[in-house]
């Protein structure tokens, strides 16, 4: 797991040279736009849950910077409906009154 963990932030590192930035924690704007976009399964699956679970900008730009470094982990070049999956499977639900 350390081996993947390692080519997942030198992948990360790679990708966002030049940017100031070096890893998918500290994506935002543009950036985020332009390297953690999902396709179109993944786009739908993540605009479902955010109405569903009524995730704030907040917690929608955090599902995307996690399906990207989900995605990272798998050696997956894009943001698939899978990564985007598990990224919110991760997500906590907040106890009801």
């Not at 797991?1 to 590192?13: D, F, K, L, N």
């Not at 332009?34 to 396709?39: G, S």
């Not at 917690?59 to 894009?78: K, N, S």
């Not at 985007?84 to 639900?93: G, H, P």
């Amino acid at each position: 797991m350390a081996a993947r963990v390692a080519a997942a932030r030198r992948v990360q590192t790679a990708r966002l040279e030049g940017s100031g930035r070096r890893t998918n924690a500290e994506l935002e704007g543009d950036l985020l736009e332009r390297f953690a976009t999902p396709d179109e399964p993944g786009r739908k699956l993540l605009a479902q849950a955010a109405e569903a679970m009524r995730l704030s900008a907040r917690g929608y730009t955090r599902m995307l910077r996690v399906a990207r470094t989900i995605a990272d982990l798998a050696g997956a070049e894009t943001i698939g409906r899978v990564h985007v999956a598990e990224a919110l499977s991760y997500r906590r639900i907040a106890p009801r009154a």
